[in-house]
């Protein structure tokens, strides 16, 4: 809908165009948006990031944990002369915070808020900040529900068969019950059974069984509901079932596939690094997973542990560390409950989750755990790790959403003995789980997953990680390695970090045209740690994760994958040689990158540096029934597509960008009848 901005005085509305009621001879125009107070001249003012944080339902004496920015949105410095939680249930909410005595004009700090019910119902407070006069400037409102009941598991994954939870009574009352029931899209595939009656008295706990009954292969998801007059709330238990992997290998190990829809499956990625550890509120879990599965994504680069970006080190946002003991030892049930329940989350949108093992950051910098798992994996024993990735094995081998990730900035140049120890992990893993796919991490000068791994059958997907400096020529030379894998770009350059939106398309397309044919990884450095610091990133006023989730970047990465989508891009072969793009393709960083369907449908060749450049194409390339083929200009920042004509499928033809933006040149078999690029799905 149409956007329109209205202020009077300091208040500013943003509206949203919507339709017209009539009532009698009036028509209304219905607008909907929300409210943003202006500043004064010459005045600070305070902003929060949310104005309304709920925690959701936590069992009474659980914690959960959610980060918010306090913004000096105003012109001049705001002096902080409190900042406290305030009105209502205080005792049930609590406040960490790193802001200054005086937060200069367009800067911003970190509140850490935490919830931990000590009573059932709901509970609320306030977030206040009072300027240097004393007067309360700003507040945010602080909700969430507590509950006497416990629940062994917030989330239940099946293949086949029957999961159960056990739910117990940890108050001192007895809690009046209604009957479960299951709720969602796909409730009729599961079916419930209880042994609990009316009331669960003090300290009782009881049984609630769940059979999955689908014989179908898509997705299926579901909620169980159980209800608590006590809090006179409804904790909810997560539902997932599916009958195959979202993504495994093709028969010949080219591509990728669902073995669940047996269609080809392209990467769209994105680092989604902290989301397990830094996000605990179901709220922000399904709206991060919500927006993402609207745009395309299917693939989430997840941390299973992590030392270096978290809002509560070492412990997740439940509070809960990964391990009870020395690293990688007396795994916490707790911490892994809750890991559990973020993939499988993930799963119910459709998410394949990368599951980084234990990120190691490491490089010239050194081995820190500023940066990673670095020196405790150099200290742990060999037996311990195994034991860490059979556990993990063990856990995770029946979900259908998973690919094990190893490394992480892994240095073996500086750190040989690294090898060892992941390798370690590795066959703890395989122990168990014999049917996911694995891939590692390197670090410079090391791009690719065979890199420093000679020999090793550890990996059946390669791992390119490279910034824009030479990317398209290490994209073609991995390609054309000996000991070949399939290939995505899983890192490049971090959007928010270093380089402009023109150069992150640059690096995706001349990765996935040049021999990155599985798909990519997306990165953006406000999104990924999700409210921890991530001192490299450049955060713009106002900034956070959830509306960066339509950054420049994030929108071309989800237009690459509709492109990719619309076409036979399980087929294509990157055109190393300049077979088919065989003039006015450049070279170096601004060489024009190209690929051509096996099969002769499609050629995709991606321009970098728009008019600068004629290219000359080879039309015989195509094949075609007819004769002729169609021929489209595609706009990478736009996703907009506009046909050129219709040529013989014969000769040379030259093509010239239609201006100095970067433009992909798609060409296509006017047999095949396609539609045009990025409109819609093969």
């Not at 070279?587 to 050629?603: E, K, L, P, W, Y």
């Not at 046909?643 to 040379?652: K, L, P, Q």
């Amino acid at each position: 809908m149409p956007e329109v901005s209205l202020s009077i005085g300091r208040v500013q509305k943003e509206f949203r165009i919507g339709p017209t009621m009539r009532i009698g001879g009036l028509a209304l125009l219905l607008l909907a948006g929300a409210t943003t107070l202006l500043p004064e001249d010459g005045r600070p003012l305070a902003t929060f990031s949310s104005e309304t944080v709920d925690f959701g339902v936590r069992p009474i004496g659980e914690s959960s944990v959610a980060v918010i920015n306090l913004t000096n949105t105003g012109t001049s410095p705001l002096t902080l002369r409190s900042l406290a939680i305030t009105e209502g249930n205080t005792s049930d909410f609590s406040l960490i915070q790193n802001c200054p005595s005086t937060l200069s004009a367009g800067a911003n700090c970190s509140l850490k808020l935490t919830f931990r019910p000590i009573a059932p119902g709901p509970r609320k407070a306030l977030i206040s900040v009072s300027d240097g006069a004393g007067t309360a400037v700003r507040t945010a409102v602080l909700t969430g529900v507590g509950t006497s009941l416990e629940l062994s598991s917030r989330s239940l994954m099946f293949g086949a068969g029957a999961q159960s939870i056990t739910v117990s009574n940890r108050g001192g009352a007895t809690i009046r019950m209604e009957p479960v029931r299951i709720a969602g899209p796909d409730a009729r595939d599961f079916s419930v059974t209880s042994t609990y009656g009316p009331e669960l008295t003090a300290g009782a706990a009881c049984t609630v069984m769940v059979k999955y009954l689908s014989k179908a292969r898509e997705v299926r998801s579901g909620s169980l509901l159980i209800r608590d007059d006590g809090c006179n709330c409804t904790p909810v238990v997560s539902l997932v079932g599916a009958g195959g992997q979202f993504m495994v290998l093709s028969a010949d190990k080219t591509h990728l596939v669902s073995s669940i829809t047996h269609k080809p499956v392209f990467m769209v990625g994105e680092q989604a690094y902290s989301l397990a550890t830094n996000l605990s509120g179901d709220s922000d879990i399904e709206y991060y997973l919500s927006v993402r599965q609207s745009m395309g994504f299917n693939l989430l680069w997840v941390g299973a542990t992590d030392i270096a970006y978290l809002v509560d080190s070492p412990n997740n946002a439940l509070g809960d560390p990964p391990f009870n003991g020395a690293p990688f030892t007396r795994m916490n049930e707790a911490y892994f409950a809750h890991l559990d329940y973020v993939i499988q989350r993930a799963a119910a949108h459709g998410f394949t989750v990368e599951l980084n093992v234990a990120f190691v950051g490491c490089g010239p910098w050194g081995c820190l755990r500023s940066a990673g798992w670095c020196p405790d994996l150099l200290a742990a024993s060999d037996t311990d790790l195994k034991a860490f990735g059979e556990y993990l094995g063990k856990r995770y081998k029946s979900y259908p959403n998973i690919i094990w990730m190893f490394g992480g900035d892994l240095d073996l140049t500086r750190y040989p003995a690294l090898k060892n120890k992941t390798i370690d992990i590795a066959l703890g893993i395989k122990r168990a789980d014999t049917v996911h796919l694995m891939t590692i991490e390197n670090e410079d000068p090391y791009f690719a997953s065979q890199d420093g791994w000679q020999g090793s059958t550890l990996w059946d997907v390669s791992y390119l990680y490279h910034v824009a400096k030479g990317l398209a020529a290490s994209a073609n030379s991995n390609y054309a390695r000996h000991d070949f894998l399939p290939m995505f770009l899983g890192e490049d350059s971090l959007e928010n970090e270093t380089v402009s939106d023109r150069v992150e398309r640059v690096e995706a397309y001349q990765a996935a045209l040049g021999g990155a044919t599985l798909g990519f990884v997306f990165g953006n450095c406000v999104i990924w740690p999700f409210g921890a610091v991530y001192p490299y990133c450049k955060i713009a006023s106002g900034e956070t994760w959830k509306n960066r989730l339509n950054s420049a970047g994030s929108v071309a990465r989800q237009h690459l994958g509709q492109l990719m989508r619309s076409r036979e891009h399980w087929k294509l072969v990157p055109d190393i040689n300049h077979s088919v793009v065989m003039g006015g393709y450049g070279s170096g960083d601004t060489v024009t990158v190209t690929s051509r369907a096996s099969d002769g449908q499609t050629i995709i060749a991606y321009i970098p540096n728009g008019s600068e450049a004629r290219i000359l194409v080879d039309m015989s390339k195509i094949t075609s029934s007819n004769n002729r083929t169609k021929c489209w200009w595609f706009d990478p920042s736009s996703g907009a597509s506009t046909f050129i004509n219709a040529f013989a499928n014969s000769g040379m033809r030259s093509f010239t960008p239609p201006d100095t933006n970067d433009w992909a040149l798609v060409i296509d078999d006017d047999a095949a009848n396609l539609p045009a690029p990025g409109s819609v799905d093969l």
